[in-house]
Structure formats: C-alpha cells, structure tokens
C-alpha cells in the first residue's frame, strides 16, 4: 500500500449522501472512491491538456467541473 496523505475538500451535500449510500451498499471505503475519481481526473487530462483559457480565471463550480469533463 502507498502512502497516504491527509487533504481536506469540500463535497456538495447531494455528493456526501451518495457518497455515503454507494459506501454502505458496497462495503468500500468512501476515501477509495474519492481517489478513484481523483485518478480519472488525472489519467484523463493527462492525456488530453487542457486549452489555456488567457489570464482569466476559471471560476470553478459543479456546472465548471462536469462541462470540463465533457470536453
């Protein structure tokens, strides 16, 4: 097993409930689901980098993060 290092994130409420749901049907952990996830992200635009969007920020919320995932 590799190491492991504490983070600390903010879920949506709707998140955590399914999160939570999918964990107790299945019997695994939520934190592996989470970095599940955070590896899809990653294998994903590691492979495909993303369009610099110029000097502006990027405000990032649920709408933000699924159009990206999308692209």
């Known amino acids: 097993m590799s190491a492991k290092v504490l983070r600390s994130l ?3 409420i709707e998140q955590v409930e399914k999160l ?3 964990s107790t049907k299945t019997r695994v952990p939520q934190a592996v ?4 996830a955070i590896d899809l992200v990653l294998n994903r635009y590691a492979k495909k ?7 502006q920020a990027v405000k990032h919320n649920k709408s933000t993060s699924l159009r990206l995932l999308k692209e």
């Open 49 to 55: 980098p993303r369009k610099k969007k110029g000097k």
């Open 20 to 22: 939570k749901k999918l």
């Open 33 to 36: 689901y989470i970095r599940d």
């Open 10 to 12: 903010y879920l949506d």
